[in-house]
């Protein structure tokens, strides 16, 4: 059963960039079945999609979030991470990762709900 | 991108009775070719992350109690909880993953009345 787990620092400083990593157990990173994702929720608010990866190292963002995002994979450690550049109060959320379903549209690989997701984390951005 | 609403923003519904959510995406996202709405929709308990309900709109998700479903096409959606159970208070959410930037709606708040 596949399980994901957010890591990383609950507070950030402003301008500065927020780094979390999401292990992934209970099956392999490297499976065609999925892409792996990230997105927040700011406190009493909605959901954001913040982008995904494939194994490959193919990645694909949102792009409101683009110019600041970097999600990169490590392979032999089961992980993908996310960095989030420049932050401010507004970043403040929780951070979950999630395996994005990958299904084929024609042989076109395609990326679609998430499931699982992992448990998230808090990130307050605060000097 | 393409924006997803959903209405009302909360209700409350008695025990036993129907709970009925509406998402609307602002643009189609039926896909001609395979005739597939490329639309999910999620559960959020309090403190909880998501949990996927439906997927294609209408395929409810493995273990997910048949009270549950998934209706629409194109633009308007509606997911149905057709006898209310007290664990089913949660934040519901659709998502559209027609086109990226994925897009979630803002949610509807489901209580007891």
């Known amino acids: 059963q596949l399980q994901l787990q957010e890591s990383g620092p609950g507070l950030v400083k402003p301008s500065e960039t927020l780094s979390l990593t999401c292990t992934v157990s209970g099956g392999s990173i490297s499976s065609s079945s999925y892409y792996w994702g990230w997105i927040r929720q700011p406190p009493g608010k909605g959901l954001e999609w913040i982008g995904s990866i494939y194994y490959s190292g193919n990645t694909y963002y949102n792009p409101s979030l683009k110019s600041r995002v970097t999600i990169s994979v490590d392979t032999s450690k089961n992980q993908f991470s996310l960095k989030l550049s420049s932050v401010t109060a507004a970043d403040t959320a929780v951070y979950y990762c999630?395996?994005?379903?990958?299904?084929?549209?024609?042989?076109?690989?395609?990326?679609?709900?998430?499931?699982?997701w992992g448990q998230g984390t808090l990130v307050t951005v605060s000097s | 991108d393409i924006v997803m609403t959903q209405s009302p923003d909360s209700l409350a519904v008695s025990l036993g009775e129907r709970a009925t959510i509406n998402c609307k995406s602002s643009?189609?996202?039926?896909?001609?070719?395979?005739?597939?709405?490329?639309l999910t929709w999620y559960q959020q308990k309090a403190g909880q992350p998501p949990k996927l309900l439906i997927y294609?709109?209408?395929t409810r998700e493995s273990g997910v109690p048949d009270r549950f479903s998934g209706s629409g096409s194109g633009t308007d959606f509606t997911l149905t909880i057709s006898s209310l159970q007290a664990e089913d208070v949660a934040v519901y959410y659709c998502q559209q993953y027609y086109n990226t930037p994925l897009t979630f709606g803002g949610g509807t708040k489901v209580e007891i009345k």
């Open positions: 643009q189609s996202v039926l896909y001609s070719s395979n005739n597939k709405n490329y």
């Open positions: 999630a395996a994005d379903i990958r299904f084929l549209e024609w042989s076109t690989p395609r990326a679609g709900w998430f499931d699982p």
């Open positions: 294609w709109a209408s």
